[in-house]
């Protein structure tokens, strides 16, 4: 079969039957947004995760209205990049289940373009990472760090010392975080600091100083420069956008 044979039949088929196709898929989230961050679309095992009935609840709604302003505000930031030709692939992160619990994920997402080629909208994957052996040994191998960083980002602690409870050496650490993260230690550190900062300030009215100490700046200005650095925008401004 050619490739214009190939193309022919794709276009046979139709988008909508070929969305329909990640319905087949367990364990797997899947869906499509348009450029203002509107669902357009999702699958079965979205729609279960985000606890409601059908298709027609999703459609037209936008992440703020199924999760905490904290995290809605990150996958917007996200989806931005993504509007502006950027991409995740496989990118490991920490999300909550549909109970509520806290579990790991795999996330991908692209842009989507018309026939011209301009950008018009996202679509993603997300796969809950429990059942997969090969994805959960990478879990595993920085698990021990992972957990003492969640638990204790407040206070300060060097990566030697983050190194020491690992039982590895600092070059071994810094590989694995690499290698199963994408990340150095002191990225995932800051990153961690840097989204409870944030949350704080949507959920509770503490003062933007008192934030910074209370997840890990010691220095006001560095906290500041480090939150627009990452959310694009000064404490001060995202707490008021955050309350619009």
């Excluded at 909550?96 to 795999?106: S, V």
């Amino acid at each position: 079969m050619t490739e214009h044979n190939v193309s022919r039949f794709i276009a046979q088929m139709g988008g909508e039957q070929l969305i329909t196709m990640f319905d087949l898929l367990p364990g797997v989230l899947f869906w499509i947004k348009d450029k203002n961050h509107n669902f357009i679309h999702a699958n079965q095992a979205f729609i279960d995760h985000k606890g409601v009935k059908g298709l027609p609840k999703i459609v037209g709604k936008t992440d703020f209205d199924f999760s905490p302003p904290h995290l809605a505000k990150q996958f917007i930031r996200d989806d931005n990049k993504i509007l502006a030709g950027q991409s995740v692939t496989e990118r490991l992160e920490m999300n909550m289940t549909e109970t509520g619990d806290a579990a790991w994920y795999a996330t991908s997402k692209r842009p989507i373009t018309n026939r011209q080629g301009e950008i018009i909208g996202s679509y993603g994957i997300t796969r809950h990472l429990q059942k997969q052996t090969i994805a959960l040994s990478g879990v595993d191998a920085v698990k021990v760090p992972v957990d003492y960083i969640r638990c204790h980002y407040q206070q300060h602690f060097t990566i030697n010392e983050l190194a020491e409870v690992a039982h590895l050496s600092v070059s071994a650490l810094e590989r694995r975080f690499k290698k199963y993260l994408a990340k150095t230690p002191k990225q995932f550190i800051n990153e961690v600091r840097l989204e409870n900062a944030r949350r704080l300030l949507v959920e509770t009215n503490t003062p933007i100083s008192q934030v910074g100490d209370e997840t890990g700046f010691t220095d006001h200005s560095y906290f500041s420069k480090q939150f627009k650095l990452f959310f694009g925008e000064l404490p001060s401004d995202f707490r008021k956008n955050s309350r619009k």
